[in-house]
């Protein structure tokens, strides 16, 4: 099946303790982005990605840092500079160039709910 | 000003009536619309894309877009229970100085509630 895969689930994390979440999609899509969602709110972009080994960040990217070595994967490390990282975290594709321009549709993962302990 | 702008609600209607649910947005340059639904703990999905001025129809819902007066609304027919859901609008704004081919930019989204 085709489709966007975020892991974990739920992840825990430390006060001054970085983490790592995955976001790996096999829908062959150039283009990916990383968003965080505050409850009752919308959605925030944090860094998005058109190509491999080319990122740029969004709206509220510091804190956070996202590597684009492959494809088809877009991880997002939130850092101990993040003050406030509980959040639900939600990974995004779209089609790149080609169809951008005549839509721009993306795709949801499942999320990542983060917890500060 | 928020550059997509949605009533948060909550909007209840009765079963089998129809929802309407409004986003505006300040970007004149914005080209594509989208209306997500999102249940209580999971993740967006697509109901709808728009792009030019009219209504576009997809079973029970219809999206409308008025590019001059700059807003967008998604009607759903005879609601369901099941349609009760957060609603997203999202309108695809050009990114400035052209480097890029533009992000989405969503509204904070309406609670819709369809009690039997």
């Known amino acids: 099946d085709g489709g966007i895969t975020q892991s974990p689930k739920y992840l825990f994390r430390k006060e001054g303790q970085n983490v790592t979440l995955s976001c790996e999609q096999n829908?062959?899509?150039?283009?990916m982005y990383w968003y965080r969602q505050d409850p009752g709110q919308g959605l925030r972009l944090i860094y998005y990605s058109q190509i491999v080994n080319d990122f740029q960040k969004g709206d509220i990217a510091e804190g956070y840092s996202v590597s684009r070595e492959k494809k088809e994967s877009f991880p997002l490390t939130v850092t101990s500079a993040q003050k406030n990282p509980t959040a639900f975290y939600l990974c995004?594709?779209?089609?790149?160039?080609?169809?951008?321009?005549?839509?721009?549709?993306?795709?949801f993962g499942p999320g990542t709910r983060l917890t500060v302990l | 000003q928020k550059e997509v702008e949605q009533n948060s609600g909550p909007l209840s209607v009765p079963e089998g009536a129809i929802a309407s649910l409004n986003c505006t947005y300040s970007d004149r340059g914005s080209q594509s619309f989208f209306w997500y639904r999102q249940y209580s703990g999971k993740s967006p999905e697509l109901i709808m894309s728009i792009y030019s001025n009219g209504d576009k129809e997809d079973g029970r819902f219809t999206a409308q877009l008025n590019k001059a007066s700059q807003y967008v609304s998604l009607l759903i027919r005879d609601s369901q229970p099941s349609d009760s859901a957060t609603y997203l609008c999202?309108?695809?704004?050009?990114?400035?100085?052209?480097?890029?081919?533009?992000?989405?930019?969503f509204g904070q989204g309406t609670i819709l509630t369809v009690h039997p």
């Open positions: 995004a594709s779209s089609i790149g160039k080609a169809a951008w321009s005549r839509g721009g549709t993306q795709y």
């Open positions: 999202a309108a695809r704004v050009p990114h400035a100085g052209g480097t890029s081919y533009g992000k989405l930019t």
């Open positions: 829908l062959n899509h150039d283009a």
